[in-house]
């Protein structure tokens, strides 16, 4: 990617045509390392678990009840992230990613101040995510953000759950 322009943050879909299609290709570039990362890499989309080629195929209906945010660069969508609707005053961060050849110029972190900009404004109380224990950017770039580990919700050996009060 040529383009230095700054990184906007757009909520989809929704005004910016740019980042119609961006979400899809994210989301199957976000699982596809992800499963790789795991040790069962998978050749193409195709492959992957259904719910991942549902997010990916009709990301629009997947995530109806979700907030979805697309960081944008020029007329190119270069990250994702989606915000859960909330329950019971909480909700999650699912799905961050940034395309790799833009990674070091705050699109995660423009995309982390979006969400926590949202959750503030839906009355959201906690926000967490979790993360995989290797991805131990993402993890000290959550902390930078105020989000602390916490007991898991999730038995999947390695993945590290964090929260944090909005």
């Not at 570039?29 to 050749?43: I, M």
């Not at 070091?104 to 926000?127: F, I, T």
Request: with cysteine.
């Amino acid at each position: 990617m040529t383009d230095r322009g700054e990184v906007s943050v757009v909520r989809w879909p929704g005004p910016t045509p740019s980042a119609d299609d961006g979400p899809a290709a994210l989301l199957a570039a976000y699982h596809l390392r992800t499963e790789a990362e795991k040790g069962a890499a998978v050749a193409d989309v195709d492959a992957l678990p259904e719910r991942y080629r549902r997010e990916i195929a009709d990301p629009r209906t997947v995530f109806a009840a979700d907030v979805v945010l697309v960081a944008v660069i020029g007329d190119a969508a270069v990250g994702c992230l989606v915000v859960t609707a909330p329950v019971d005053g909480g909700s999650e961060i699912k799905r961050l990613w940034t395309d790799p050849a833009v990674r070091g110029r705050g699109v995660a972190s423009g995309l982390l101040r979006a969400a926590l900009a949202h959750a503030a404004e839906n009355g959201v109380r906690v926000l967490r995510l979790s993360v995989w224990a290797w991805r131990t950017g993402a993890v000290a770039l959550y902390e930078r953000f105020g989000f602390a580990v916490t007991e898991s919700w999730d038995e999947r050996d390695r993945l590290v759950c964090m929260e944090r009060a909005v």
